[in-house]
């Protein structure tokens, strides 16, 4: 007879809570490297093409996330705000 110790169990509201957390924190580093190559004098594209290929490296050995796609549109939306 196992104990019960041996079987975790998950609270569903907490795994719920997390469901969208880890893509959340991607976008985030996303962004923030996309100021920071700005802020160093990147162009745009260069800035684009330089996180696609972080993500897929970080995603090598796995799955590449959904978000990949997003990438240009989140590196524009740091640019147009740092034109403002």
Known sequence: MPFDW???KKNQTFVKELSGRFEEMLRSEVEQRARLLMNLGHA????????QERVKWDFEASKVPAFLKDVPAIVDRV???EQR
Not at 44 to 51: E, N, P, Y
């Open 6 to 8: 041996m079987h975790p």
């Open 44 to 51: 745009r594209d260069a800035v684009v093409k330089r996180l």
């Open 79 to 81: 640019f147009r705000r």
